[in-house]
């Protein structure tokens, strides 16, 4: 009998492997989405926004609200490590072409972590100094994710997971801490826009899939 064509796979769900770059870009989407919807554009608020709108919030100056700002980038964080620590994986069988696209994608993410109106000295300011380490570690681990898939199954499951279960918390619940000042600016009541929601499918998205990946019985 002639010997199958189909490449071998440790993966024991192949069809699943795609809701990780599905998910990812579900993730992605969602972030740079309404997360405060309003008619005028520049009245829209984006996930991306929050990190910086946070500061000039009155009850965040006051200190009536404590916030981690850097806290509201961490989906940005999670994605990138995700895709770096997983696509390159032998396991999972993802085309070349699809390997680098999302080695693209988290390097194009990670890039958002720069700050508006950056220069190279406001970057190492600390006010943005850990903000930078986050840009620049995702970047070499984008660059170095050849030798990333060779971390043990566990352990790059365990990073990856404690990523999205911060990058689900912090800029969620904090969403949620400062919509009631939100809503004393726009003078309206307010609630999550669908961004938000998209955001938190993608990450949940990729808990999901690594839970699989990582803790599914090989060969079943």
Same mark, same amino acid.
Request: glycine fraction near 10%; charge should be positive; charged fraction near 10%.
């Given at each position: 009998?002639?010997?199958?064509?189909?490449?071998?796979?440790?993966?024991?769900?192949?069809?699943?492997?795609?809701?990780?770059?599905?998910?990812?870009?579900?993730?992605?989407?969602?972030?740079?989405?309404?997360?405060?919807?309003?008619?005028?554009?520049?009245?829209?608020?984006?996930?991306?926004?929050?990190?910086?709108?946070?500061?000039?919030?009155?009850?965040?100056?006051?200190?009536?609200?404590?916030?981690?700002?850097?806290?509201?980038?961490?989906?940005?964080?999670?994605?990138?490590? =995700? $895709?770096? /620590? &997983?696509?390159?994986?032998?396991? %999972?069988?993802?085309?070349? +072409?699809?390997? @680098?696209?999302? #080695? !693209? *994608?988290?390097?194009?993410?990670?890039?958002?972590?720069?700050?508006?109106?950056w220069t190279p000295g406001l970057?190492?300011?600390?006010?943005?100094?850990?903000?930078?380490?986050?840009?620049?570690?995702?970047? =070499? $681990?984008? /660059? &170095?994710?050849?030798?990333?898939? %060779?971390?043990?199954?566990? +352990?790059?499951? @365990?990073?990856? #997971? !404690? *990523?999205?279960?911060?990058?689900?918390?912090?800029?969620?619940?904090?969403?949620?801490?400062?919509l009631p000042a939100l809503a004393a600016l726009?003078?309206?009541?307010?609630?999550?826009?669908?961004?938000?929601?998209?955001?938190?499918?993608?990450?949940?998205?990729?808990?999901?899939?690594?839970?699989?990946?990582?803790?599914?019985?090989?060969?079943?």
């Open positions: 009998m002639a010997q199958s064509s189909i490449p071998n796979t440790q993966y024991p769900i192949p069809r699943v492997r795609w809701l990780l770059p599905v998910s990812a870009l579900l993730a992605v989407v969602g972030y740079f989405a309404p997360w405060l919807p309003h008619q005028a554009a520049g009245l829209v608020i984006t996930g991306l926004d929050l990190g910086e709108l946070v500061k000039f919030l009155y009850p965040v100056q006051q200190g009536d609200i404590r916030l981690w700002r850097e806290g509201f980038y961490l989906p940005l964080v999670a994605v990138s490590v =995700a $895709l770096s /620590l &997983l696509v390159w994986r032998r396991e %999972l069988g993802y085309p070349l +072409a699809v390997r @680098l696209g999302l #080695l !693209l *994608l988290a390097a194009v993410t990670a890039l958002n972590l720069l700050p508006p109106a970057l190492l300011t600390p006010e943005f100094r850990l903000q930078t380490g986050m840009l620049l570690g995702c970047l =070499a $681990l984008a /660059l &170095l994710a050849p030798l990333a898939a %060779l971390l043990p199954k566990r +352990a790059a499951a @365990l990073v990856v #997971l !404690l *990523l999205i279960a911060a990058a689900l918390y912090f800029p969620l619940a904090q969403f949620g801490w400062i726009y003078n309206r009541p307010l609630v999550p826009g669908w961004g938000a929601w998209l955001m938190g499918a993608g990450l949940g998205g990729i808990g999901f899939w690594v839970v699989r990946w990582a803790l599914w019985p090989k060969g079943k």
